[in-house]
């Protein structure tokens, strides 16, 4: 397939190359369009008020591959119009530096908006994310987003999944469906994990702001927030909690659905 891939983590995140790396395995043809620098948390907003720059990079892909100075709907919109020449089979983003599962975490990721955009263009769409737990995050970024051999190999492992998952989930969604695959994988993941289809989690997230610091300003405080899903179905964030990958169907045209 031709995959056009895209992140919110940068054109440097070691995560989007180990996914990369996954794709063109499984043989898929890829054009890469990727923010130049990370843009996590950013939802679905696009660059409104100021130009965008894009331009031609070479980070080993052997595929062709721009960065571009906004987000990650950004990439994708510019790329349709404007980058690559022939029109792909679907849009894939990821893999996001962390989970995005539950409602809160969807809704408010640059991953799964960069996938939402290329279903703005008709295409089917798939986003991944992997589950780390805090010690691996803080790990990671201490040594300034380098992976130790413990999470090298368990990129290798999801990036394998996502290879064979892509071509599975892609075939069976007609263009203009309007569904992104929302796909997380667990951080205990092995080549044998199974897939569960999930619904998003229900989280309340109060208070991920500080109080005012002494020159006015409030800082960013990172906390997954309290569950207060039903029992059933099964929620993304349960299936990762249990070892399971995590596929939530995200069907836009349900919204408003009575």
Same mark, same amino acid.
Request: negative net charge.
């Given at each position: 397939?031709?995959?056009?891939?895209?992140?919110? #983590?940068?054109?440097?995140?070691?995560?989007? &190359?180990?996914?990369?790396?996954?794709?063109?395995?499984?043989?898929?043809?890829?054009?890469?369009?990727?923010?130049?620098?990370?843009?996590?948390?950013?939802?679905?907003?696009?660059?409104?008020?100021?130009?965008?720059?894009?331009?031609?990079? #070479?980070?080993?892909? #052997?595929?062709?591959?721009?960065?571009?100075?906004?987000?990650?709907?950004?990439?994708?919109?510019?790329?349709?119009?404007?980058?690559?020449?022939?029109?792909?089979?679907?849009?894939?983003? *990821?893999?996001?530096?962390?989970?995005?599962?539950?409602?809160?975490?969807?809704?408010?990721?640059?991953?799964?908006?960069?996938?939402?955009?290329?279903?703005?263009?008709?295409?089917?769409?798939?986003?991944?994310?992997?589950?780390?737990?805090?010690?691996?995050?803080?790990?990671?970024?201490?040594?300034?987003?380098?992976? *130790?051999?413990?999470?090298?190999?368990?990129?290798?492992?999801?990036?394998?999944?996502? *290879?064979?998952?892509?071509?599975?989930?892609?075939?069976?969604?007609?263009?203009?469906?309007?569904?992104?695959?929302?796909?997380?994988?667990?951080?205990?993941? &092995?080549? #044998?994990?199974?897939?569960?289809?999930?619904?998003?989690?229900?989280?309340?997230?109060?208070?991920?702001?500080?109080?005012?610091?002494?020159?006015?300003? &409030?800082?960013?405080?990172?906390?997954?927030?309290?569950?207060?899903?039903?029992?059933?179905?099964?929620?993304?964030?349960?299936?990762?909690? &249990?070892?399971?990958?995590?596929?939530?169907?995200?069907?836009?045209?349900?919204?408003?659905?009575?």
């Amino acid at each position: 397939m031709r995959l056009l891939v895209t992140n919110d #983590d940068g054109i440097d995140c070691v995560f989007l &190359h180990e996914l990369v790396l996954g794709l063109r395995e499984a043989g898929h043809e890829l054009a890469v369009v990727a923010p130049k620098t990370e843009q996590s948390w950013i939802g679905a907003a696009k660059s409104r008020n100021r130009p965008v720059r894009s331009a031609r990079t #070479d980070r080993g892909f #052997d595929c062709p591959t721009w960065t571009v100075d906004g987000t990650p709907s950004d990439c994708v919109n510019i790329a349709l119009a404007h980058l690559v020449k022939t029109r792909p089979d679907a849009v894939v983003s *990821g893999m996001n530096v962390g989970l995005n599962a539950s409602l809160a975490f969807i809704l408010a990721s640059g991953t799964v908006a960069g996938a939402f955009e290329g279903v703005l263009h008709g295409l089917p769409a798939v986003a991944f994310s992997q589950d780390l737990s805090f010690e691996t995050y803080d790990h990671l970024k201490d040594r300034g987003g380098q992976p *130790g051999d413990e999470l090298c190999a368990t990129l290798k492992i999801s990036a394998r999944h996502a *290879g064979r998952l892509v071509q599975e989930l892609v075939a069976g969604t007609p263009p203009r469906s309007f569904i992104v695959h929302n796909i997380n994988f667990p951080s205990a993941i &092995h080549p #044998d994990s199974e897939v569960r289809r999930t619904v998003p989690a229900r989280m309340v997230i109060p208070g991920l702001f500080s109080p005012a610091q002494d020159d006015g300003t &409030h800082r960013f405080v990172f906390h997954l927030g309290q569950d207060c899903s039903p029992a059933e179905p099964l929620t993304d964030r349960a299936a990762l909690a &249990h070892g399971f990958i995590s596929h939530t169907v995200l069907d836009y045209t349900r919204l408003g659905c009575v």
